[in-house]
């Protein structure tokens, strides 16, 4: 009989303290008064395991019996009440408070004075540094119609350049072989125009065109060029610089923004004015 009493003890242990505290002396005293009773080892057996199957079940019912108890009386939660603040009466302004000194109005009146011509300033400044450009020189310029200019610049007018003064530029006639590169760069060929810049490449002077002898003629340093702005004698290192010239619905269009480096000097592509017409302006030295 003491193997089945230390199986059971061996099995009490293996519950819970408040357990075995609660249950193991009555559940110990049963099973021992039960084991008194059995003949067999058979029924011995069948007692111990029905003995550990009721501590099974009576810990299982004491848990949910402690979980269930703080569940079936919930706790009751007093009432909220919102209660809202009173509402806020406002003060009425005083007189003074009301009007403005002389000293207020004095320092109000500077400072907008002095906002206003900064403002003033910074605007015009920025005008300056980044100037929106809608015409003249560095734009594209309408120059007229194309029939109408080809009339005043070629063979009718007997060949005399029209001077663009907003564009500082000459528009020259032109039917040479367009041998060298920066005339398909300027459209010289499809538009039998020129538009020379009238700066000398020398030193930069004026160089005015000479009627007599159909030359530009530079008044500072001698140097001569072409009706089509190629270099015929002089310091002059080549030709007269020229802007591209495009034909937009039937009108000239001259873009002076875009530069274009004048021919090298021994270009000869128009040998009708490949030397003076008549007397010179500018004498040789």
Not at 20 to 29: P, V
Not at 37 to 48: A, G, N, Y
Not at 87 to 103: I, N
Request: with cysteine; net charge positive; proline share 9%.
């Amino acid at each position: 009989m003491k193997v089945p009493l230390g199986i059971f003890r061996l099995s009490m242990k293996l519950f819970p303290r408040a357990f075995r505290d609660r249950f193991g002396s009555e559940m110990q005293e049963a099973f021992e008064a039960e084991l008194a009773r059995c003949d067999t080892r058979r029924q011995v057996w069948s007692l111990v395991l029905r003995s550990a199957s009721d501590m099974v079940m009576s810990a299982v019912g004491e848990r949910k019996d402690s979980i269930a108890a703080p569940m079936a009386q919930p706790v009751a939660q007093p009432p909220i009440s919102v209660q809202k603040p009173p509402a806020r009466s406002l003060k009425p302004l005083t007189v003074d408070q009301l009007t403005v000194s002389r000293r207020q109005f004095l320092n109000r009146a500077w400072g907008v004075s002095v906002f206003g011509l900064l403002g003033f300033f910074g605007m015009s400044s920025l005008s300056f540094l980044w100037p929106k450009l809608s015409g003249g020189f560095g734009t594209k310029i309408t120059v007229g119609d194309y029939e109408t200019l080809l009339e005043k610049v070629g063979p009718a007018s007997g060949y005399t350049p029209l001077f663009v003064p907003e564009g500082r530029f000459y528009l020259t006639y032109y039917e040479g072989t367009a041998d060298s590169p920066v005339y398909a760069a300027v459209g010289a060929k499809e538009t039998q125009l020129v538009a020379l810049y009238r700066k000398c490449v020398h030193l930069g002077c004026s160089v005015p065109f000479c009627p007599s002898s159909k030359l530009f003629e530079c008044p500072c340093h001698g140097s001569k060029y072409r009706l089509s702005g190629e270099h015929l004698e002089g310091p002059a290192p080549r030709g007269l610089d020229r802007f591209p010239v495009t034909l937009v619905e039937g009108r000239v269009v001259v873009d002076t923004s875009a530069v274009q480096v004048g021919p090298p000097r021994g270009t000869d592509t128009w040998a009708a004015f490949s030397g003076p017409q008549g007397p010179l302006c500018v004498p040789r030295t």
